[in-house]
């Protein structure tokens, strides 16, 4: 996150300035930040797109922990032959972040980016998949308005990160580290997104 981030048009973008400084006699530099909730990386809270879902301080933790899939999608309208490359026994794993490569300048809010269709996140959500993560602001399409694929996913507690950086990651299996913050009341958290390679 920085002054250069690339927010939702017309949302709170991303400050962070320095209160007190020790150039200016304090014993400490002590900054503050002001920003949106989904500026850069972040995860998405049910309570985002619905008034009832659960506020991000009360999401369980285990679905931004854990063994983690990156398909690099090839074909941005249908992500079953990429994602058959790395599972070919048609397992859903756990948790699947599709790098698209189609948001390459993070300091440019993007005009338009692909979608998964929500019948096809409607499926992976309801065999199994804890966690779905997009290199784009969205997982639904920037202009949509009923949110389908957010609430395809929430339906079966699918948690939701957007705004990843993928840029060099290597198709394959990891272990994600991804924890939102537990601000009281918000719709979604900024997180640090790692990926640590499963054998260290
Ligand atoms: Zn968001």
């Known amino acids: 996150l920085s002054a250069l981030t690339a927010g939702w048009p017309g949302d709170v973008p991303f400050t962070f300035r320095l209160g007190s400084t020790i150039a200016t006699g304090a014993s400490v530099n002590v900054g503050s930040i ?6 850069g990386t972040h995860c998405d809270a049910p309570f985002h797109f619905n008034d009832a879902g659960a506020t991000v301080d009360r999401v369980p933790l285990d679905a931004f922990l854990g063994s983690c899939s990156v398909v690099h999608l090839t074909d941005l309208t249908d992500w079953r032959g990429d994602l058959a490359r790395l599972h070919p026994d048609g397992q859903v794993p ?3 972040l599709f790098r ?3 948001w390459p300048d993070s300091s440019r809010f993007p005009i338009a980016v692909p979608s998964i269709p929500v019948e096809q996140a409607e499926w992976l959500a309801a065999n199994g998949l804890r966690l779905f993560g997009v ?7 920037l202009d949509s ?5 957010h609430h395809a996913l929430a339906r079966h507690g699918t948690a939701i990160l957007e705004g990843l950086w993928l840029d060099g990651v290597p198709e394959g299996q990891y272990e994600l580290i991804a924890l939102p913050l537990r601000l009281a009341g918000a719709d979604g958290s900024p997180v640090r997104a790692v990926l640590r390679n499963a054998f260290g």
């Open 94 to 96: 756990p948790r699947l």
């Open 135 to 141: 290199d784009l602001p969205s997982v639904d399409p």
């Open 145 to 149: 308005k009923n949110l389908a694929v």
């Open 100 to 102: 698209t490569g189609s």
């Open 34 to 39: 002001e920003t949106s909730v989904h500026a």
